[in-house]
């Protein structure tokens, strides 16, 4: 017998009890009765309930914990692809940079609507020790669908043992020189990359080595760091053979200034043995000798309202420098071997402004110092007849996710004496799925 049943009764009888005057006919008690158990019934039915519902409960719960088993999904790998698109129009036939000798990366890209670079990335933490990423980038240059590992690389993590501060990088990679060179093209703030970039690195330097950085022990952010190098990557072109012949260094600082303000300066020193061929004014040349790249780098970032997903802006510049000492050729021109000890440099300076939380405008300026033609080339396609190369560039864009831009930006590059180019780009870049947070 439940309490139900035990405690209602004794209460009737109770109150009758204690209340003399309440009387009741035979009739009114046996109709009193049958509703008492007409509601205990009621009552062992919807306990009966509760207790078969409870006993499904707890072996549902017994046989979801006997069969399944939850894994730790850290090292799962992060899967992303990068979509780039253009539409591109151009007012001169032809865009060569005189005095210079490029890659075909660093060259403008095709004409009219066409897909960019396009990425696929995998990473993800390969045990409690080292982080691994490969990146495939794939384009289309002249005619021809291209396929290239851009990055493949393993970075030790924060259990390896090592000095606190301390990681070391092995494998192929976007390596630390300047500010753009380790970003990918697709995070940048134009749609193309400035002068500079396109000359001295054909786009990005991402050769197989290995590279050490350490963060200092200090109160503002202070990183050094180099690396060794097969140098196989422009601009060695295949000097590096079985060898280690390039090598770099790099130092760099950065701070918050009060709350809605921060910024960065480095400097950088890629240096190594050079042969290889590349392009100037769609002739071959080649270069063997000593190459040394400085790069000077600053950022500074300013959020007017404390809130830099409302309204940014961002100043960016960097400044490279080159000494070649070694022999140049024009292969085409059939000039022969002539001994180069000269300099170059160029640099770049820019703005950007997000005004509104998806809408952001940009100016770019950038520009090359061509080095003084030898007398044996003077007249070929390294001759840069005085002139140095500049562009001006305007970009608006907007983003309606961190997964999707588009832009519209307009150059115009004086590209020779009485020659300029006047470009049109509409390009969209669109993320699907991981991809790993932009650096700063």
Do not use: C
């Not at 110092?369 to 500049?390: F, M, Q, R, Y």
Request: proline letters at 3%; hydrophobic letters at 35%.
């Amino acid at each position: 017998m439940n309490s139900y049943s035990i405690v209602v009764p004794v209460a009737i009888a109770t109150v009758f009890a204690a209340n003399p005057a309440i009387s009741a006919t035979a009739t009114e008690i046996e109709t009193l009765k049958k509703d008492i158990r007409s509601m205990q019934k009621r009552y062992d039915s919807q306990v009966s309930e509760l207790e078969d519902a409870l006993k499904g409960l707890q072996q549902t719960s017994a046989l979801s914990t006997s069969k399944a088993t939850i894994y730790d999904n850290s090292f799962n790998p992060s899967i992303g692809v990068i979509l780039n698109g253009h539409f591109k129009n151009y007012s001169a036939a032809e865009n060569e940079l005189p005095g210079f000798a490029v890659g075909h990366e660093g060259e403008r890209s095709r004409e009219g609507l066409a897909v960019d670079h396009t990425e696929l990335t995998m990473s993800a933490n390969i045990d409690d020790i080292f982080f691994g990423s490969t990146t495939i980038a794939i384009a289309e240059h002249e005619g021809e669908t291209e396929v290239e590992l851009e990055e493949a690389f393993v970075q030790t993590s924060a259990g390896a043992g090592l000095p606190d501060g301390l990681t070391v990088k092995a494998g192929r990679a976007l390596w630390t020189l300047g500010y753009l060179n380790e970003h990918h093209v697709h995070t940048d703030d134009f749609a193309d990359r400035p002068l500079p970039y396109r000359v001295f690195l054909d786009g990005a330097y991402n050769d197989d080595g290995v590279e050490a950085s350490y963060v200092l022990p200090t109160d503002v952010y202070a990183e050094v760091g180099g690396g060794i190098f097969r140098g196989d990557d422009f601009p060695f072109g295949e000097a590096g053979g079985d060898n280690l012949a390039t090598w770099s260094a790099y130092a760099r600082t950065g701070a918050d200034i009060g709350d809605n303000q921060s910024f960065r300066v480095g400097t950088s020193l890629l240096s190594g043995e050079a042969q290889g061929e590349r392009l100037s004014n769609e002739e071959l040349v080649s270069f063997t000798g000593d190459t040394d790249l400085y790069v000077i780098d600053g950022r500074y970032t300013w959020a007017p309202t404390g809130n830099a997903s409302q309204k940014e802006v961002i100043v960016q510049a960097e400044y490279f420098w080159r000494q070649e000492d070694g022999l140049y050729e024009d292969i085409d021109a059939a000039t022969g071997a002539v001994a180069l000890n000269e300099k170059s440099n160029g640099w770049y300076l820019q703005s950007v402004y997000k005004f509104q939380p998806q809408w952001r405008v940009g100016i770019r300026y950038s520009q090359l110092h061509a080095a003084s033609t030898p007398v044996g080339l003077i007249g070929s396609a390294l001759d840069a007849d005085g002139h140095d190369p500049k562009t001006y560039s305007a970009m608006l864009d907007w983003t309606n996710s961190e997964f999707s831009r588009i832009r519209l930006q307009l150059n115009q590059e004086d590209i020779g004496p009485d020659e300029t180019d006047n470009q049109v780009i509409v390009q969209y870049t669109m993320s699907l799925g991981a991809h790993a947070t932009h650096k700063y």
